[in-house]
């Protein structure tokens, strides 16, 4: 069975600080991508990355940065939180065969709060 | 990249049929139909996605109109556990920089 994995639900931080959501997925697929999720915006791309050590910037890449180092975890980095990056954050994967990169698994999603 | 309607809210009782539509009036001739679903407090999860045939899963069925300018998603026994945001999406295969982008959906209540 597909998975994906997410390192928290529920996230309270303050404002400045640094973290680190991590995304797992056992499906050995190449693709992976960070999108947020707010009401009435949908889902926006921040980041996807489609091999190890690879990345590119989605739509919104501002005050994010990701780490690829193994081709399982993926890693969203908010350098100094604030409190516009409170938000419902997902991580997804898709197998790099281009008929299938929008077959993405997503993962339970974690809720950030930044006070 | 074509833009979608759908209707903002549907009820469907329990065990029947659920048809939900989609407008993609401007779907270009290299854009797929996609389809997914996200249930409350849970990520989005994926149903099925065509391009111009008729397509059957496990989950549902796709109906696309032969001018390719609306789409069907047909839940053929709904369940109470089905209630949750039906999205509708339209892509090319490849599109660098420009993945799923959800709208506000269909919200489907299924009801005993």
């Known amino acids: 069975d597909v998975k994906v994995t997410q390192s928290s639900r529920y996230l309270v931080k303050r404002t400045g600080e640094k973290v680190f959501l991590e995304c797992v997925q056992d499906?050995?697929?190449?693709?992976m991508f960070w999108y947020r999720q707010d009401p009435g915006l949908g889902l926006r791309l921040i980041y996807f990355s489609y091999d190890v050590k690879m990345k590119e910037k989605g739509d919104i890449p501002e005050g994010y940065s990701v780490s690829r180092e193994k081709k399982e975890r993926f890693s969203l980095i908010l350098e100094s939180a604030s409190t516009n990056q409170t938000s419902m954050y997902l991580c997804a994967s898709s197998s790099a065969d281009r008929r299938m990169i929008y077959e993405q698994y997503f993962g339970p999603g974690t809720r950030l709060t930044v006070t | 990249d074509a833009k979608t309607t759908q209707p903002p809210s549907m009820d469907c009782a329990e065990g029947r049929a659920a048809n939900l539509p989609c407008n993609h009036s401007?779907?270009?001739?290299?854009?797929?139909v996609y389809w997914y679903r996200q249930i409350h407090s849970q990520g989005p999860q994926y149903i099925i996605h065509g391009l111009k045939n008729n397509e059957t899963n496990e989950m549902a069925s796709l109906i696309i109109t032969e001018d390719r300018k609306s789409s069907t998603l047909i839940l053929p026994h709904a369940t109470l556990r089905d209630t949750a945001v039906y999205y509708c999406?339209?892509?090319?295969?490849?599109?660098?920089?420009?993945?799923?982008?959800f709208g506000g959906g269909t919200r489907l209540m299924v009801k005993p």
């Open positions: 999406i339209v892509r090319a295969l490849l599109v660098a920089g420009n993945m799923l982008t």
């Open positions: 401007t779907i270009s001739g290299n854009e797929y």
């Open positions: 499906m050995d697929h190449e693709n």
